[in-house]
């Protein structure tokens, strides 16, 4: 079975703070996908990588930074949090037949 | 940028009945995937469809791709408690590589 994993299920932070929230896959997969979850919005892609050290902007980048150093990791970065980054984040993998598999989530909060 | 629209968004009935899911667009995708999401959960793939017409069937959940691959559809027949989740369309775009575009979801409820 595919394993996706995701570093919290829930996070509090403040505003400003730097928040790192980690993924990670034990499936050897290339690709990897960072999505917000918002009511009524869907999932929004913000950041996704095709290999290591290699990362694209999604629809919604700004705020955000990634990190690809091995290939099962992949990092979301919130340089400075601010209130409207609240929301569930999911990191995704996807095999060579575009089938994606998510981790749990992460609910983060931002005060 | 493509979209996909989900109707209805919120759906609530009672166990027993039918019910369909819409998701549509006016862009062609080259595969349609649904999932369906539990609470504190991610998503999970539920299905693929790839061709044109294409209809797929799950035990009670029937997915349809629309002949023109702009539109699909999923049918659940005598719904159960178990069903209860968010569902979710995503399109592969022609051009798009491996990216997905994810409708926003029908939140489904099924009552005892």
């Known amino acids: 079975d595919v394993k996706v994993t995701q570093s919290s299920r829930y996070l509090v932070k403040r505003t400003g703070e730097k928040v790192f929230l980690e993924c990670v896959q034990d499936?050897?997969?290339?690709?990897m996908f960072w999505y917000r979850q918002d009511p009524g919005l869907g999932l929004r892609l913000i950041y996704f990588?095709?290999?290591?050290?290699?990362?694209e902007k999604g629809d919604i980048p700004e705020g955000y930074s990634v990190s690809r150093e091995k290939k099962e990791r992949f990092s979301l970065i919130l340089e400075s949090a601010s209130t409207n980054q609240t929301s569930m984040y999911l990191c995704?993998?996807?095999?060579?037949?575009?089938?994606?598999?998510f981790g749990p989530g992460t609910r983060l909060t931002v005060l | 940028t493509q979209l996909l629209e989900q109707s209805p968004q919120f759906l609530s009935i009672q166990e027993g009945e039918n019910l369909t899911v819409y998701c549509n667009s006016s862009?062609?995708?080259?595969?349609l995937q649904w999932y369906r999401q539990e609470p504190g959960e991610g998503p999970v793939l539920l299905v693929t469809?790839?061709?044109?017409?294409e209809v797929k069937k799950l035990k009670r959940l029937t997915f349809q791709f629309g002949d023109a691959r702009k539109d699909s559809s999923l049918h659940i027949t005598a719904a159960q408690p178990g069903d209860t989740g968010l569902y979710l369309c995503?399109?592969?775009?022609?051009?798009?590589?491996?990216?997905?575009?994810f409708g926003e979801g029908t939140q489904l409820t099924v009552n005892p």
């Open positions: 995704a993998t996807q095999t060579v037949t575009d089938t994606q598999y």
């Open positions: 499936m050897d997969h290339e690709n």
């Open positions: 990588s095709y290999d290591v050290k290699m990362k």
């Open positions: 862009s062609v995708f080259s595969s």
């Open positions: 469809v790839v061709t044109g017409g």
């Open positions: 995503a399109g592969e775009g022609e051009t798009s590589g491996s990216r997905l575009t």
